[in-house]
């Protein structure tokens, strides 16, 4: 299994604050800034940065390219998305409502292979204590007590 990238799961929650945040009327900008505020530990300080280049006065479209390098693939789609509205004026509520979809859609893939996993990891302790454990406790006593009853009546 690929091991998912450090931003990938935190894009979900990410793209839905966004979404959010445009709907209730903000700027793409603005959003962008305000997304700082409930983003995850992964993508916090990531934003966080971005958030005081904003700032700090420098363009909206550069900011973007840098947090694309940055976060790297999974964030490809939405700030493609971001970019073109910015520069076309398309309008971005519906693109990210359905990239918010798939990048649930994903995670959930995800937690469903690491679940199928989950027995085949568990195989592992349960052979080397859980086995062992029940025949020192379980069948050693019996064995035991049967041997000292046999060797009794021997005698």
């Known amino acids: 299994m690929k091991k998912p990238l450090p931003f990938a799961s935190a894009m979900p929650q ?10 209730a009327g903000h ?25 005081q ?12 390219e840098q947090l694309r390098s940055t976060i790297g693939a999974p964030s ?3 700030i493609d998305a971001l970019l073109a509205s910015d520069r ?9 409502h359905r990239l ?7 995670r959930r893939r995800q937690s469903e ?8 990891k568990m195989l592992f302790p349960l052979v080397c204590c859980t086995l062992p454990s029940f025949i020192l406790l379980g069948v ?5 007590a049967s041997l000292a009853a046999l060797a009794q009546l021997s005698k």
Not at 53 to 64: M, T
């Open 27 to 51: 700027s793409p900008p603005h959003a962008l800034q305000a997304t700082t505020t409930w983003a995850t530990p992964p993508l916090k300080a990531v934003l966080h940065c971005a958030h």
């Open 113 to 120: 292979q690491a679940l199928r996993q989950l027995p085949i």
């Open 14 to 23: 990410f793209i839905d604050t966004v979404v959010a945040l445009l709907t």
């Open 53 to 64: 280049q904003l700032a700090r006065g420098v363009r909206y479209a550069d900011v973007l």
């Open 140 to 144: 050693a006593p019996m064995l035991a």
């Open 100 to 106: 918010a979809a798939e990048a649930h859609t994903q």
């Open 76 to 78: 490809y789609a939405m």
């Open 88 to 96: 076309d004026g398309l309008p971005l509520a519906p693109v990210l």
